[in-house]
């Protein structure tokens, strides 16, 4: 079993850039599709972005599209994710996973996350 650590969270000022990292262990990703998601308080978990196994192919939310950019190193077994423009509404967890189903079925392993907070 994958297990996931994500990080590079943090506090950033409205229009500034974080760029989030999720390495993983046990075993390789290579051969799977990765997302991220993310959980503001008193919302559910929701979906932002995915990236097929080969990193060939990419989806987004539409809250992330043209801000946030998703990539993976293989070699690495890391994914990333850029940020930039960001907005106090992006303030929430940010979650890695492997994805069950392109593009947005998540499998049900969930790291610990890392937080981001946006202030205005």
């Known amino acids: 079993q994958v297990q996931l650590v994500e990080s590079g969270g943090g506090l950033v000022q409205a229009g500034g850039s974080l760029r989030l990292s999720c390495a993983a262990s046990g075993r390789t990703i290579s051969s799977y599709a990765m997302g991220w998601f993310r959980q503001a308080p008193g919302k559910e978990r929701e979906f932002v972005a995915s990236i097929t196994f080969t990193g060939i192919s990419t989806y987004y939310a539409d809250s992330g599209k043209g801000r946030f950019t998703i990539s993976r190193d293989n070699a690495k077994n890391t994914v990333y994710l850029q940020m930039n423009s960001l907005k106090p509404a992006d303030t929430a967890v940010y979650y890695c996973?492997?994805?069950?189903?392109?593009?947005?079925?998540?499998?049900?392993?969930w790291g610990q996350g890392t937080q981001v907070t946006v202030s205005s």
């Open positions: 996973v492997v994805v069950r189903t392109w593009p947005v079925t998540p499998s049900g392993s």
